[in-house]
């Protein structure tokens, strides 16, 4: 490594410990929140939607997105909404003054680095079937993640700002509980169950625009959509599509949507997104890269939810509306990308290992979920979650 490498990453350490240990001296404001998601590129998910609740119920809130998209500080400013780039002096004061981050994957999306003394929600993105955080790394990463070596424990011990610090993790039952306090390595009290933010979205009486447009030119159809959770290998260059192999015929695929008066979305994940589906039918809906402002919303006028192993599953469970699981891969999925934290086959909702199979169930009568299985991974079905959390961070916080 070249001296001035070495020299650079050196002042680096210096420079981060001392903002580190700096800011214990200064003094943080209850009513001043922050708010960020997704790397900082993304302007969705939990955060966004309690974001937004504090602005339109709570102006005693000082809340403020922060972003390091140039696109979503624009469209933020235009809407007169709080917003400021992450390394901004706004950012970076509110990041050192606020009471109360927000974060949907990693603090880096709200200057994690300044946050020292803040108390941070991990509203987080999924309730999981996959492990994640603490266990995905632990699967990855092998015996070394438990029991690190003496070089590990003495970059941990110099790097404070480096530790994932957690104050609260939200669920939407308790069927979860143990899962996070794994992941997150965290006691029960961090674990709030109050739901999620996003999920208040799905009792919105607001419509997007293509499912009107949609709606228009077919008036009496059911409205499909499939949304896969990613593969690790879609970050490498090798997107994944579901109408790839796995016995997919798209005559008898068309033939279905005509014969059921079907409209079929699909919603693949934005690590896939790289990925070209060649469909062409009018029944045929690409939305991957659609315009879909509030994903919920959307998905809230649909009729039959289809995925494999993403969280959106129980989420759904909610519209009390027929899920159909498509585990087309599924002993490859639990060998080389993430266990699952139990037993796939308990779900309820009929599950197919191929197209043909797929396109027989959606051929017949499809039901909804049973009271027992919302109750099981859902503790409230009211559309109030992201109230629930305010008050809890009131009366914990504050």
Not at 320 to 341: H, N, W
Request: zero cysteines; charged letters at 25%; aromatic letters at 16%.
């Amino acid at each position: 490594m070249k001296k001035t490498n070495i020299l650079l990453r050196v002042l680096t350490y210096i420079y981060e410990l001392s903002v580190w240990a700096l800011q214990v001296f200064i003094p943080r404001h209850k009513r001043k929140w922050i708010f960020g998601a997704w790397f900082g590129q993304k302007y969705s998910d939990n955060s966004r939607s309690m974001y937004e609740y504090v602005l339109q119920n709570h102006p005693e809130i000082n809340a403020l997105w922060v972003t390091k998209n140039k696109d979503i500080y624009n469209r933020l400013k235009s809407e007169n909404k709080p917003v400021a780039m992450d390394m901004s002096l706004k950012g970076i004061f509110h990041a050192l003054t606020s009471k109360v981050a927000f974060v949907t994957v990693v603090p880096k999306e709200v200057n994690g680095l300044w946050l020292h003394g803040a108390k941070i929600v991990w509203l987080w993105h999924g309730m999981p079937m996959k492990y994640i955080e603490a266990d995905e790394r632990r699967f990855v990463e092998g015996p070394s993640f438990d029991t690190p070596g003496f070089i590990k424990k003495i970059k941990k011990a110099l790097h404070p700002f480096s530790k994932r610090k957690v104050d609260s993790v939200l669920i939407t039952g308790d069927f979860f509980s143990p899962f996070f306090q794994s992941s997150f390595q965290v006691g029960p009290e961090k674990i709030w169950n109050d739901g999620y933010p996003r999920n208040d979205e799905l009792f919105s009486k607001e419509q997007d625009d293509i499912v009107v447009h949609y709606r228009n030119q077919f008036p009496n159809a059911k409205f499909i959509i499939f949304m896969p959770t990613h593969r690790l290998h879609g970050l490498s260059g090798k997107p994944f599509s579901p109408f790839e192999g796995n016995e997919f015929d798209s005559v008898k695929f068309f033939e279905l949507l005509e014969e059921k008066d079907y409209v079929f979305f699909y919603k693949g994940h934005f690590y896939d997104s790289g990925v070209s589906i060649q469909l062409n039918h009018p029944r045929f809906v690409d939305v991957t890269h659609s315009n879909i402002d509030v994903l919920y919303r959307f998905v809230k006028d649909m009729d039959i939810l289809i995925t494999d192993y993403s969280s959106i599953y129980f989420d759904y469970l909610l519209l009390k509306r027929p899920i159909v699981l498509t585990p087309f891969d599924y002993q490859e999925y639990i060998k080389s990308e993430r266990p699952l934290y139990f037993d796939y086959f308990s779900l309820e909702a009929p599950k197919a290992s191929n197209w043909k199979e797929l396109i027989s169930i959606l051929r017949g009568n499809l039901s909804g979920p049973s009271t027992e299985e919302v109750e099981k991974y859902l503790s409230y079905k009211d559309g109030n979650s992201s109230e629930r959390i305010f008050e809890h961070i009131q009366n914990t916080f504050q």
